[in-house]
């Protein structure tokens, strides 16, 4: 599960960079690539920046995250790997509109509500796999999540699919590369606990 996470000026810089190689990669050119950041928490429903395939490049986008629901006022905001193939709701996104979600970290609790911080030391950022759909408001994504490896499972039996580096472009241009990744296990991250106690309410 994935339901906060954090972006900050390194976030930014190494979404340009990433950026400006795989176009230069692709295309013999290197694009002209300016993110801005505020570093900040992103809760569902609030606008971030994702990354998505441009013809045989790389951009950044910014989406709002999650999906509407079923019912009034309810946010779908991650999917399940092992599900996402056969859910209409997903099925063809994660097929034809996939996406990267950078992030300097993410946030899970405990079952007694105590917050922790998963990272990956001297490696930021986070890249997190997801897809998007069109709506009538814009584009919107979720986050696609996997069964929990050893560093997640103290915390939570759920964990954001981590995609290398390398792997970026694959899993937004590469269909039977992308079908392998929704199977892989995510790396080991380095967890933080914080002692917040908070309200779901």
Same mark, same amino acid.
């Given at each position: ?6 972006? &900050?000026? &390194? ?6 960079? %990433?950026?400006?190689?795989? &176009? +230069? ?69 994660? /097929? ?29 950022? %986070? ?25 997640? +499972? ?6 954001? /699919? ?9 899993? /937004?241009? +590469?269909?039977?590369?992308?079908? +392998?990744? %929704? ?5 080991? /991250? ?12």
């Amino acid at each position: 599960m994935c339901g906060r996470y954090y972006v &900050d000026d &390194d976030t930014a810089r190494e979404i340009e960079k %990433l950026v400006r190689q795989v &176009d +230069e990669k692709m295309r013999g050119t290197e694009a002209a690539c300016k993110v801005e950041i505020m570093a900040k928490d992103i809760h569902p429903t609030e606008t971030a920046p994702i990354l998505a395939s441009s013809g045989s490049g790389l951009e950044c986008r910014w989406q709002k995250w999650g999906f509407p629901g079923f019912r009034r006022g309810q946010v779908i905001f991650n999917a399940r790997c092992e599900s996402a193939m056969e859910k209409p709701m997903f099925r063809d996104a994660v /097929l034809h509109r996939r996406a990267v979600i950078p992030a300097a970290w993410f946030y899970e609790w405990d079952r007694n509500k105590q917050k922790h911080t998963f990272y990956r030391e001297g490696r930021t950022p %986070l890249f997190m796999a997801g897809c998007y759909r069109k709506y009538e408001d814009g584009d919107r994504f979720v986050i696609l999540t996997t069964q929990a490896n050893a560093s997640m +499972e103290p915390v939570h039996d759920r964990m954001p /699919l981590i995609l290398e580096r390398e792997e970026v472009m694959d899993w /937004l241009l +590469e269909d039977s590369a992308a079908e +392998e990744l %929704l199977r892989k296990l995510p790396p080991l /991250l380095e967890r933080r606990a914080e002692y917040e106690q908070i309200s779901f309410l």
